[in-house]
């Protein structure tokens, strides 16, 4: 199936460009085609890696996920159908690739709710494996939260739903199930949720979905001589990575710009992958929320990390620019914004967004360490490796937590661990004793931990059930690196 079938943005483009993206021919890395560091199990916390030699490729526009229609919608409730399929996408023109996706090919569509609504999903998987339907960074009880106890066999549908007491946020949707999660999430499986409130609607900021506000689902993959997505070909214990970069599934995408103000909603759906993102032309993006919603104002960034399962949404300001800028990730573009000559002014950008409780220590804290280690098939927290009859953790609803989140490098210098946690928002007290940084003072429920770092956060569990903690890199997640907390 074509990417015509998705929301095109733009106009196609014609001929070949250098944004550097690439489609690596080969069918496997070898030890000689990985760079030192990557063998040894680090992973930069500060430049990313050059891009791999690259193929140009026509530019494209980027694909839109659809906006998926209700199958019900009062002002109390909103229902939807998700459907997990097979399918197939021509990422390149002429070259078919066997994929997975949510109601299409690749990728799935776009759940709006509003803050306070029920949101009722009838989950169906139609592949031949087993999956679940993870709501990453919803606030819920855990039997609805779709982790690895909440698997949909092959050929079931499962109904879920609950209620939405959390503000305006991107969040999104993926399996869970215990030993496929990495390779679904590989071959396509993956949607959005955009919560609305009205404080956000008040501000006015862009919010015109496909106009000035866009979703941004990164992700990095190697294909095949053949042009398939072999996650078996491709994988790497420390993390599958691959040479080509998919935004929202378009290879070499650009966006055709017509308002001054434009809103990138950025999700990091890569496995394992982290991301530095600047402009090229050095300018500086205004960030207005984190994972789990807005920002208390916006904060400029030149260089925005995002780890996999991280969020955020930026304002780009087009107002002065007369010729193409690209969002890069190092020297590999990630997507070109193509200004049009006439940019109609579409939202606004405040200097205040919404007010926020100050992150605190709270007094009589259930205070709790977790010790991230190890590398490849060696990977523990505490020492432990995942166990699903086994209980980590306890804790009472309501109670104050502070945790104390430490990536023990090792003797080999270890590698960043993307800490994720179910069911809850949290917020950073600290990283390595320090305040954090402006654009991290949000709430978030999936933060980077460096080597040798320490962050803590303080949260509370607002519903009842057993929730997943674990490392967001899905193969050291699925290698065990991961642990259960019971909420009473």
């Given at each position: 199936m074509q990417l015509k079938n998705w929301l095109l943005v733009g106009v196609l483009g014609i001929g070949l460009t250098g944004m550097g993206v690439s489609y690596y021919q080969g069918t496997r890395f070898n030890q000689r085609s990985i760079p030192r560091h990557a063998m040894m199990g680090r992973q930069s916390t500060s430049q990313p890696a050059a891009a791999s030699p690259t193929i140009k490729t026509p530019a494209r526009p980027l694909a839109l996920?659809?906006?998926?229609?209700?199958?019900?919608?009062?002002?109390?409730?909103?229902a939807y159908t998700v459907i997990a399929r097979t399918g197939t996408m021509?990422?390149?023109?002429?070259?078919?690739?066997?994929?997975?996706?949510?109601?299409?090919?690749?990728?799935?569509?776009?759940?709006?709710?509003?803050?306070?609504?029920?949101?009722?999903?009838?989950?169906?998987?139609?592949?031949?494996?087993?999956?679940?339907?993870?709501?990453?960074?919803?606030?819920?009880?855990?039997?609805?939260?779709?982790?690895?106890?909440?698997?949909?066999?092959?050929?079931?549908?499962?109904?879920?739903?609950?209620?939405?007491?959390?503000?305006?946020?991107?969040?999104?949707?993926?399996?869970?199930?215990?030993?496929?999660?990495?390779?679904?999430v590989y071959q396509g499986l993956a949607g959005l949720i955009y919560v609305r409130d009205r404080a956000s609607q008040r501000l006015h900021l862009p919010q015109t979905y496909g106009v000035n506000d866009f979703p941004v689902i990164i992700q990095d993959?190697?294909?095949?001589?053949?042009?398939?997505?072999?996650?078996?070909?491709?994988?790497?214990?420390d993390g599958t990575r691959g040479s080509t970069l998919l935004?929202?599934?378009?290879?070499?995408?650009?966006?055709?710009?017509?308002?001054?103000?434009?809103?990138?909603?950025?999700?990091?759906?890569?496995?394992?992958?982290?991301?530095q993102l600047t402009l090229s032309n050095h300018q500086a993006m205004q960030q207005i929320a984190d994972d789990g919603g807005l920002l208390s104002r916006p904060v400029a960034v030149q260089r925005l990390q995002l780890s996999p399962g991280e969020r955020a949404e930026v304002v780009i300001d087009t107002a002065k620019l007369s010729q193409p800028v690209t969002v890069m990730n190092g020297r590999q573009a990630v997507l070109q914004l193509r200004p049009t000559t006439a940019k109609r002014q579409l939202g606004r950008l405040p200097t205040k967004l919404v007010t926020l409780p100050a992150a605190t220590m709270p007094k009589q804290a259930q205070k709790r360490t977790l010790t991230f280690s190890g590398m490849g098939r060696m990977v523990t927290i505490n020492r432990q490796k995942f166990d699903p009859d086994r209980i980590d953790l306890t804790a009472q609803r309501g109670q104050p937590q502070v945790w104390t989140l430490k990536n023990s490098s090792g003797m080999m210098g270890g590698m960043s661990h993307p800490f994720h946690l179910h069911g809850v928002q949290f917020r950073i007290l600290s990283v390595n004793g320090a305040r954090p940084a402006a654009n991290e003072r949000g709430w978030k429920d999936t933060v980077a931990l460096p080597p040798g770092g320490v962050v803590k956060i303080t949260f509370k569990f607002k519903d009842r059930g057993i929730y997943m903690y674990h490392c967001h890199n899905l193969e050291h997640e699925e290698q065990g690196m991961m642990g259960q907390i019971k909420v009473s």
């Open positions: 996920p659809p906006l998926l229609k209700p199958t019900q919608q009062t002002q109390r409730r909103v021509a990422f390149r023109a002429g070259q078919t690739t066997k994929t997975l996706g949510y109601n299409g090919n690749y990728l799935g569509p776009v759940l709006q709710v509003n803050r306070g609504q029920t949101l009722a999903i009838t989950t169906k998987n139609t592949l031949t494996q087993a999956t679940s339907f993870h709501w990453h960074g919803a606030i819920l009880p855990g039997n609805a939260d779709g982790g690895p106890h909440e698997t949909v066999a092959a050929g079931a549908t499962k109904k879920v739903a609950f209620k939405v007491q959390q503000p305006a946020a991107t969040l999104w949707f993926h399996p869970h199930a215990m030993g496929s999660t990495a390779k679904q993959r190697q294909f095949t001589k053949q042009h398939q997505l072999d996650y078996e070909q491709a994988y790497q214990a935004v929202n599934g378009t290879l070499n995408p650009y966006l055709k710009v017509t308002t001054k103000l434009v809103r990138l909603r950025l999700v990091n759906g890569s496995n394992a992958r982290n991301y």
